[in-house]
């Protein structure tokens, strides 16, 4: 693959549909705001949104009771690029709480993270 169809293919609908069919649970958010841009079909499963729900959820609404934890998270994130913490959960929309093993890159698309 070329690296302009590579560059095509990220940005595309090939990308989309991989990220959605993805099998792990997967979350696009804006770290000021806390808004999720996007969830995945797994994502969407774990937290039991649908898709015209989940953007309307924060990181807030899933992190709840760690808020503290959660931002302390974050801030590793951006510091270091990419950070991993098994010490997080989320709460659903039911308001279960399930364990989670939080992996998460930072990305900064004109100017916003």
């Known amino acids: 693959m070329t690296e302009h169809q590579t560059e095509e ?3 595309g609908a090939s990308f989309s549909r991989l990220f959605e069919k993805m099998y792990d649970p997967a979350l696009l958010f804006q770290v000021d705001t806390g808004t999720i ?13 649908d898709q015209s ?8 609404d899933i992190h709840p009771h760690e808020i503290p934890r959660f ?4 801030a590793a994130v951006l510091r270091n690029g990419r950070w991993s913490s098994s010490d997080l959960s989320c709460r659903t929309k039911s308001g279960h709480f399930v364990p989670a093993d939080v992996h998460a890159t930072a990305l900064e698309e004109n100017g916003v993270k």
């Open 71 to 74: 931002e302390a998270f974050v």
């Open 37 to 49: 841009l996007f969830a995945n079909s797994a994502a969407r499963t774990l937290l039991e949104y």
């Open 53 to 60: 729900e989940i953007t309307s959820v924060t990181a807030s």
């Open 9 to 11: 293919f990220i940005g």
